[in-house]
C-alpha cells in the first residue's frame, strides 16, 4: 500500500508527469519489495511554493507505507530524490521527503483494513 505523494512548483507536460509517475512508482515497488499493483503515485505540479525564502525550483514528497524499514529510507531518499532531480532538473538540496511507517489498522483499502 505505499503511497507516494510529489508536489512541485515546476510545471510540465501531461506525457512527462506520466511517465515520472512510472518511474516513481516502480522505484518504490522494487525498494520496498512491494507488488506495483498496490503502489499508488500522484503528482501535483505548478504548485505556488517557496523554500528558504526561494520560489525556484523545489519538491516535496510524502512515502507513506505499512512496514517502511528506517533503513531503506536512506536509499529511498537517494533513488527518489534522483529521479525528480533527472526528470525535473530540481537539485537534491531543493527537495524535502516525509517518510512514514503507517500501522495496518490505519489504512483502508477493498472494503477493509490491512
Known amino acids: 500500500m505505499p503511497y507516494l505523494k510529489l508536489l512541485t ?5 501531461a506525457a512527462a508527469r ?14 520496498l519489495g512491494k507488488p506495483e499493483r ?3 503515485v ?6 505556488p511554493m517557496i523554500f528558504a525564502g526561494d520560489d525556484g525550483p523545489l519538491a516535496y514528497m510524502e512515502l507513506k507505507s505499512i512496514g517502511l524499514p528506517e533503513r531503506s529510507t ?6 527518489l530524490s534522483g529521479l525528480v ?3 525535473l532538473g530540481i537539485p ?23
Open 9 to 13: 512548483n515546476v510545471t510540465t507536460e
Open 18 to 31: 506520466t511517465q515520472l509517475m512510472h518511474a516513481l512508482s516502480k522505484s518504490v515497488a522494487e525498494q
Open 38 to 40: 498496490y503502489v499508488m
Open 42 to 47: 500522484a503528482i501535483e505540479t505548478g504548485a
Open 74 to 79: 536512506p536509499m529511498l531518499s537517494d533513488s
Open 85 to 87: 532531480e533527472r526528470e
Open 92 to 114: 537534491g538540496d531543493r527537495i524535502y521527503i516525509e517518510f512514514a511507517n503507517e500501522q495496518r489498522h490505519l489504512w483502508g483499502w477493498n472494503k477493509k483494513t490491512f
